[in-house]
């Protein structure tokens, strides 16, 4: 199993290697200081488990799971100095915490869960978990964060697309499409908080489509309150008429 530590302490990531090397089967994947490093490190690395700290200086560890996208996080576990009343939240949605200061048993077994939810039950399970603990954290600076890459499932690998190159977003079920150019990826979130991830650039055409503005290149009328939008890549969507309000304001000059 490798082992991401994400902790803004040097002491701490220094103290969390160290134990993590004593313990056979783990190895450490790297180490990250800040969100943004968090958030590249995990896409270069592809780490199996993240030891996340809740507050990074400025930023949460929220702020990284929602940037990554709750459908390509790794097993998550916290690395915290809140109390455990605080974190009984994370409790219920099923994600292990270590308290602060970190011991070396309670780390262990936290590691040793993770290896067990890497069973393809239970990683199923995994970006419910996190949606859940996305929905319910107060405050959620993270729920108000727009992004402009989406971290993707590229194969066997995560990959960075940026929000420019998406032309349109559909709901699949119990996931969303995500179509850029003549590549489309397949992401296990809902409509809703992508399109609260792409924020306002993106245009709702009708309850199960977003579209970029910027990839339509002809709009047709259809019937009463529907149009066609005709894509840069060929697509061709119809828009609902309960939309329609949405639409008029893409074609105000």
């Not at 996080?73 to 605080?86: G, N």
């Not at 559909?170 to 489309?184: L, M």
């Not at 809703?192 to 977003?210: D, E, I, K, Y």
């Amino acid at each position: 199993m490798r082992v991401l530590i994400v902790d803004d302490e040097p002491l701490a990531r220094r103290g969390l290697r160290s134990e993590i090397e004593r313990l056979p089967g783990f190895a450490c994947a790297g180490e990250a200081s800040g969100r943004d490093e968090a958030i590249a490190a995990i896409v270069e690395q592809q780490p199996d488990v993240v030891l996340l700290d809740v507050q990074l200086g400025r930023a949460t560890a929220f702020e990284v799971i929602e940037q990554i996208g709750v459908e390509s996080m790794p097993l998550v576990i916290f690395v915290t100095a809140y109390d455990q009343h605080a974190l009984r939240a994370f409790e219920v949605n099923a994600i292990d915490f270590v308290l602060k200061p970190v011991d070396p048993d309670r780390l262990r077994d936290a590691l040793e869960k993770a290896t067990r939810q890497r069973s393809l039950e239970q990683g199923a399970s995994l970006a419910e978990r996190l949606e859940r603990l996305l929905a319910t954290s107060t405050p959620q600076p993270a729920a108000r964060t727009t992004i402009d890459r989406l971290v993707v499932p590229d194969g066997d690998r995560l990959a960075f697309v940026d929000v420019r190159t998406v032309e349109w977003i559909e709901a699949s079920g119990n996931y969303v499409r995500v179509h850029a150019g003549t590549r489309s990826y397949l992401l296990r979130t809902t409509m809703n908080r992508m399109a609260g991830r792409v924020g306002g650039t993106f245009v709702r055409v009708r309850r199960s489509a977003l579209v970029n503005p910027q990839a339509i290149v002809t709009v047709e009328r259809y019937a009463k309150g529907m149009f066609v939008l005709h894509l840069r890549s060929g697509a061709r969507l119809i828009s609902s008429r309960h939309h329609q309000a949405e639409i008029r304001k893409i074609l105000v000059p």
